[in-house]
């Protein structure tokens, strides 16, 4: 696993957040730079294409304000006064602050807090080697897939679906609730060779008319959260025009019949009135769906962060179940492949010294958590030390005024591991330079593809850079933490991890770059059952036992889940003091809250900005490109509006994750998103939030 410098262009892996986690090759120019990053072009999902960001990653990597060194706090907490400090005395001194802490309060006061910054499973994942060998506190992972996983298990039973290559095979796609263009830009490629091959169909369904919508032959801008009302229709459509297919369901479903019953009073025009969209729109889309075989419903995150998130994406995939989709090659439904790897992560995460007694927190709660909520807490005490590794909660986590009340106190230790000074960092005690994802070796797979794929180290990091596998060793041997997967280097693990799993050696992978783990068609199409016991897709889910997460039991209210697909009025609703709906999509040049300190990122995005329909601002009394204020009970933002026509009215979007600092006063936009606890399990409600606009 050495690095190659005297091959000019070398395979990696992108280790970002996005369900594309394209194959790249990488243009190594010596053994501490790199030029342009490309798409692999042998690689049939990635088929050759990545994103602009990511082609320009030279920006990044060896962007001037990297951190290199370790830093200690010298003034208060927050005030941006640091002294350097070597590597070493810096893991030290955050050992003995978690010992101290830890026999004064107990182990459950120290809080590993994580994500996905890097997708690398090694680098990723080994955070919790740490948790478990010591007992410390849990984290129940709720920004992302918590909604979306469950709504799609409940009905499928596993987490996967139709090849996503196979959309070059269909005659209709429907993009629900993803903007690909700017989240997943390899969706696009396989989308539109369907197009070009067969004259498929796209059709987008959004909050607003996204740049994937602009590519599309039909475009549906619904309000937010009525996506269960819109799938609803199109199941009643289908049913009484006689395009359901039965024969399929009476095989492959669970109550056909019950589910007709539950869909007789769901007309289009019922679905008008909830969804803002016209009937013919609902009944156009819905012969669209009757008449072609081969529809694939390529279902996104961003529709599922809404408190009736699972639920609507149950209701949406369910479409494919009643039309029979899934009999067809270039037909079926797709959101997320995680249900086909198997891995064996034990030794990655220490699963074997894992005590499920230990308590764990909500992510996306961290603010509660920070201030003392008892709830949020889980009737434990305080949390006293936080450890963070691969996420930025002081920008990315609902309800930031609490988030940055429990960063600023004064007897919390916290320790982050970051590639910058994000805004997380600043308000450490201590932070640790960590390595980028082409300075150490990790595993991959691909979440809105099929491939397992290596990621080696290909250059060397500056200055004294640790990957987070480096930081957990050397924490591990000063806290007295012993594990077989702190004795081994990634490269070991990864090889094990593969075996273990069932995937040959690591030096197979070496040599091949990737595996392609499609399952076989008829597994693929659930066409030998579904994953559930009896084989059979639920139209009416058991959403007690539809959770992803198994430890989590009885999180959010399942009982006042609705049986059938319907519109679960629950979200936060325009109200007198909150006229709009606000979702918090992304923006293309971020990614998260990364990428927003590469220069031409910052450059292409401009200013936070929230777009209004023309009609909205003229009855507000507002100019397009007037600075407004914009609020709920959860605070107040300051940003500038921008006359938008695709999107209701009474919708208005704010295209993200811009930093707090990018505010006038220092506010960011999720100053405003809430972190209650949607049913089933929890989960982000970015998308989900009501707000009242001003003129500032
Ligand atoms: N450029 C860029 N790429 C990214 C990210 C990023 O921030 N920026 N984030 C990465 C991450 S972590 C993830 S999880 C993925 C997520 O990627 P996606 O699956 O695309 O999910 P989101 O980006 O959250 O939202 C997608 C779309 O859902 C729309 N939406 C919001 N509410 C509703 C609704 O009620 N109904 C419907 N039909 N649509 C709705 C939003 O307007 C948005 O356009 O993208 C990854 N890729
Ligand atoms: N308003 C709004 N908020 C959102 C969302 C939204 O759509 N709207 N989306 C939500 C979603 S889906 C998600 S997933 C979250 C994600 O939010 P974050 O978890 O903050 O996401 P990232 O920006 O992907 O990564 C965080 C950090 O990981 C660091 N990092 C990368 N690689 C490594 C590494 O190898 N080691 C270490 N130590 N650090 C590393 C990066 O420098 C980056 O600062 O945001 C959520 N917040
Ligand atoms: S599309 Fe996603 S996975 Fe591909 S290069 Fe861009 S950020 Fe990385
Ligand atoms: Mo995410």
Request: include cysteine; proline fraction near 4%.
């Amino acid at each position: 696993m050495n690095a190659r410098p005297e091959i000019k262009t070398v395979h990696s892996v992108c280790p970002h957040d996005c369900p594309s986690a394209c194959a790249l090759e990488v243009e190594v120019l010596d053994e501490h730079t790199i030029g342009r990053v490309y798409g692999a072009k042998q690689n049939t999902y990635t088929a050759g294409v990545v994103c602009a960001k990511v082609a320009r990653y030279a920006e990044r990597v060896h962007h001037p304000d990297r951190l290199t060194h370790a830093l200690k706090r010298k003034g208060a907490k927050g005030s941006g006064e640091w002294q350097e400090i070597a590597i070493e005395d810096a893991l030290d001194e955050v050992a003995e602050q978690l010992l101290k802490i830890e026999s004064r309060h107990g182990a459950e006061a120290i809080w590993p807090y994580y994500y996905a910054g890097t997708m690398g499973l090694v680098m990723r994942d080994g955070i919790n080697r740490l948790r478990h060998v010591k007992g410390y506190s849990g984290m129940y992972d709720t920004f992302c897939v918590s909604l979306p996983w469950s709504g799609y298990i409940a009905g499928t039973g596993k987490l996967a679906g139709a090849d996503p290559r196979e959309m070059a095979k269909s005659d209709l796609i429907i993009i629900w609730g993803t903007n690909p263009v700017h989240t997943q830009v390899n969706v696009m490629t396989h989308a539109i060779r369907g197009r070009k091959e067969r004259g498929a169909k796209i059709v987008c369904v959004d909050v607003y008319e996204t740049s994937t919508m602009k590519q599309a032959d039909v475009g549906v801008v619904l309000k937010p959260g009525t996506d269960g009302a819109l799938a609803c229709a199109l199941m009643h459509i289908l049913f009484r025009d006689g395009t359901a297919d039965r024969a399929y369901m009476a095989k492959y479903t669970d109550d056909p019949a019950g589910l007709e019953a539950q869909l007789k009073d769901k007309t289009p025009e019922w679905a008008a009135t909830i969804t803002g969209l016209k009937m013919e729109q609902i009944e156009d889309l819905a012969r669209m769906i009757g008449e072609t075989d081969r529809t694939y419903f390529r279902l996104g995150y961003g529709f599922a962060r809404q408190r009736n998130g699972s639920a609507n994406m149950h209701a949406a995939l369910s479409i494919a179940a009643v039309k029979g989709c899934w009999q067809h090659e270039g037909g079926g439904a797709f959101h997320n492949n995680g249900g086909i790897y198997h891995w064996n992560k034990t030794l990655i995460e220490g699963l074997d010294v894992k005590d499920a007694s230990v308590r764990w927190m909500d992510q996306s709660q961290i603010g509660r958590v920070l201030t003392g909520d008892k709830a949020a807490l889980k009737g434990g005490g305080p949390v006293m030390a936080l450890f963070t590794q691969n996420t930025n909660p002081v920008s990315v986590a609902p309800e930031q005024e609490l988030v940055k009340q429990g960063f600023a106190r004064k007897d919390l230790f916290t320790c982050v591991h970051e590639q910058f000074l994000t805004e997380t960092a600043a308000w450490a005690d201590i932070v640790l330079p960590a390595t980028m994802f082409l300075e150490h070796d990790d595993l991959y797979q691909g979440g809105g593809h099929q491939h397992i794929m290596l990621g080696p180290k290909l250059i060397e990091a500056p200055g004294e850079c640790r990957s987070n596998h480096d930081v957990l060793v050397g924490l591990a041997k000063r806290l007295g933490a012993e594990h077989d997967g702190f004795s081994q280097t990634p490269g070991q693990l990864i090889d094990h991890t593969l075996q273990e799993s069932g995937w040959g050696t690591v030096e197979e992978l070496e040599k091949v770059h990737w595996i392609d783990a499609q399952p076989e068609f008829e597994k693929a199409h659930f066409l030998k059952g579904f994953g559930h016991p009896d084989g059979k897709y639920r139209f009416s889910p058991d959403w007690k036992s539809a959770y992803f997460r198994r430890e989590v039991t009885n999180y959010g209210d399942c009982e006042a889940m609705p049986k059938w697909p319907t519109h679960w009025d629950v979200t936060e609703n325009a109200d007198a003091e909150h006229p709009f709906r606000m979702a918090t999509s992304p923006a293309r040049n971020f990614l998260n809250s990364s990428f927003n300190e590469t220069p031409t990122s910052i450059e292409k995005e401009g200013r936070p900005e929230l777009y209004v329909h023309p009609e909205d601002l003229t009855d507000l009394g507002l100019e397009d490109g007037q600075k407004v204020v914009i609020g709920n009970t959860r605070g107040q933002v300051r940003l500038h509006v921008s006359a938008f026509e695709g999107v209701q009215r009474g919708v208005v979007i704010a295209e993200s994750i811009w930093p707090n600092h990018a505010f006038e006063d220092g506010r960011g936009i999720n100053t405003l998103v809430s972190a209650d606890v949607p049913a089933p399990v929890g989960g982000g409600t970015f998308h989900d939030v009501h707000v009242w606009v001003r003129a500032a």
